[in-house]
């Protein structure tokens, strides 16, 4: 079993930033891929990004390409979302996620942390 917590969500005005934090607890934690994932009200829950257990790939959703980045520390069990240049439409919950190496879907969630970005 893999324990996700984030935090660092809060209430931001538009371009502003924020940087969430995904603290994993459990197996090892550099086995696995993590990944970003946001659900904002009456929508379904879509991708945002995703770093491979190595840390040398990265993906982004087209819609944050160029304002987020995905980062992790290894040494304290920890997946980042800076996210800069915030929008009222990036509001939502945002989950971290984790995929065993080698495998593309995600086994693990927390529980999400609320970001709300006013204009």
Same mark, same amino acid.
């Given at each position: 079993?893999?324990?996700?917590?984030?935090?660092?969500?809060?209430?931001?005005?538009?371009?502003?930033?924020?940087?969430?934090?995904?603290?994993?607890?459990?197996?090892?934690?550099?086995?696995?891929?993590?990944?970003?994932?946001?659900?904002?009200?009456?929508?379904? &829950?879509?991708? #945002?990004?995703?770093?491979? $257990?190595?840390? @040398?790939?990265? =993906?982004?959703?087209? !819609?944050?390409?160029?304002?987020?980045?995905?980062?992790?520390?290894?040494?304290?069990?920890?997946?980042?979302?800076?996210?800069?240049?915030?929008?009222?439409?990036?509001?939502?919950?945002?989950?971290?996620?984790?995929?065993? &190496?080698?495998? #593309?879907?995600?086994?693990? $969630?927390?529980? @999400?942390?609320? =970001?709300?970005?006013? !204009?």
């Amino acid at each position: 079993q893999v324990q996700l917590v984030e935090s660092g969500g809060g209430l931001v005005q538009a371009g502003g930033s924020l940087r969430l934090s995904c603290a994993a607890s459990g197996r090892t934690f550099s086995s696995y891929g993590m990944g970003w994932f946001r659900q904002a009200p009456g929508k379904e &829950r879509e991708f #945002v990004a995703d770093l491979s $257990w190595s840390g @040398g790939n990265t =993906v982004y959703a087209d !819609s944050v390409k160029g304002r987020f980045t995905i980062s992790r520390d290894n040494a304290k069990n920890t997946v980042y979302l800076q996210m800069n240049s915030l929008k009222p439409e990036d509001t939502a919950v945002y989950y971290c996620a984790a995929r065993l &190496r080698g495998y #593309v879907g995600y086994e693990f $969630w927390g529980q @999400g942390t609320q =970001v709300t970005v006013s !204009s």
